[in-house]
Nanobody
Framework: VQLQAFGGGLVQAGGSLRLSCAGS????????MGWFRQAPGKQRELVAA???????NYADSVKGRFTISRDNAKNTVYLQMKSLKPEDTAVYYC?????????WGQGTQVTVSS
């Protein structure tokens, strides 16, 4: 089982990016999915999470700017990021409870220039 993230990059402040994370392998179930991020010198923090039924949760710092969604048929979670700020710069990690176990994707770098 593997989670693979796509979509990071360099963007100017105020811009947008869309991250995606797809699960592959012998997947029987995926419950919660989400995105965490870790900036240099800081702890990893939750950005957004979504349950299998679509309930969402966001960090206060991204509410109104980021939208998490998922496609259960494709075992994929998305993070649409708008109005990006330099403080959103971090490595973003996708996460999912896959086959009742925590699984992590590789990080993808998001850099927002001022």
């Amino acid at each position: 089982v593997q989670l693979q993230a796509f979509g990071g990059g360099l963007v100017q402040a105020g811009g947008s990016l869309r991250l995606s994370c797809a699960g592959s392998g012998s997947i029987f179930s995926i419950n919660g999915m989400g995105w965490f991020r870790q900036a240099p010198g800081k702890q990893r923090e939750l950005v957004a999470a979504i349950t299998s039924s679509g309930n969402t949760n966001y960090a206060d710092s991204v509410k109104g700017r980021f939208t998490i969604s998922r496609d259960n048929a494709k075992n994929t979670v998305y993070l649409q990021m708008k109005s990006l700020k330099p403080e959103d710069t971090a490595v973003y990690y996708c996460w999912g409870v896959v086959n009742r176990r925590d699984s992590w994707g590789q990080g993808t770098q998001v850099t927002v220039s001022s």
